[in-house]
């Protein structure tokens, strides 16, 4: 059974459910948001395998986690390309801003230690928050393809906003990846290093997108996603703990 409980926050007037997963004990804890990744933008948080584990995974570790259903704009039978192709980059902002103050209102969260985490489309997101929430300490992109473009009228694209970030990222990448491909990954990097963020990338051979999602064997790499879990947990410990 997962240890986490719902909740449900009103945003802009659409009403967004969240996932809350807690360590055993009584805190305070460090907190991460969790930015989920795109397959479960039709089948919702709790019937994806991937993102119960990876709630599991970090509660573990001892930290508080919240993962918001950022995809409650659209009804949930819409087409997935229409939530694509739909995607506003301004109501992004407004979830995971919703997400983080509830994080930060628990009891049980020290609200001076949250990162935030995402793979494929919430590495994007990801990238994303760190840009726009300077309180964040530590930020963590698996993958997170599109950084490098604007979605939504009146949106920049994420990479540009490297320079407003105040915490050191991890950047988890796949070297067969081809959103974000290699030469993406470089460009990031490049950012990155222009606007002085302290920050370590890791890109693994025989690895693509999505190479940590069990759920989809002709993707995941156990090898590869295990070493990639263990230095996301030691770079959160080093910065959040």
């Not at 918001?68 to 390309?81: A, K, L």
């Not at 963590?140 to 540009?160: F, H, N, Q, W």
Request: glycine share 10%; hydrophobic share 40%.
């Amino acid at each position: 059974m997962a240890s986490y409980t719902k909740q449900t926050i009103d945003v802009q007037g659409s009403p967004m459910e969240c996932l809350v997963f807690k360590p055993d004990g009584a805190g305070p804890f460090p907190g991460l948001v969790v930015a989920q990744h795109f397959p479960i933008a039709h089948t919702g948080l709790e019937k994806d395998p991937f993102t119960i584990d990876t709630g599991e995974r970090l509660a573990k570790a001892g930290y508080a986690a919240i993962i918001p259903f950022i995809f409650h704009w659209w009804p949930p039978e819409e087409e997935q390309d229409v939530k694509r192709n739909e995607w506003r980059d301004d109501r992004l902002i407004a979830d995971l801003d919703a997400a983080y103050d509830l994080l930060c209102g628990l009891d049980s969260v020290d609200k001076d230690r949250i990162g935030i985490i995402g793979h494929c489309w919430g590495g994007r997101m990801a990238w994303l928050g760190a840009g726009r929430n300077p309180n964040y300490k530590a930020a963590a992109v698996l993958y997170g393809g599109r950084i490098k473009t604007a979605m939504g009228e009146g949106s920049v694209p994420p990479i540009d906003l490297a320079g407003q970030m105040k915490c050191a990222m991890i950047g988890i990448f796949g070297n067969n990846d081809q959103n974000p491909s290699p030469d993406d990954v470089k460009d990031l990097d490049a950012a990155l290093k222009a606007a002085g963020i302290e920050h370590e990338f890791h890109c693994y051979d025989g690895a693509g997108h999505g190479f940590q999602d069990f759920c989809n064997q002709d993707r995941y790499r156990q090898e590869q996603s295990e070493d990639a879990w263990r230095k996301l947990i030691a770079f959160f410990n080093a910065r959040l703990r």
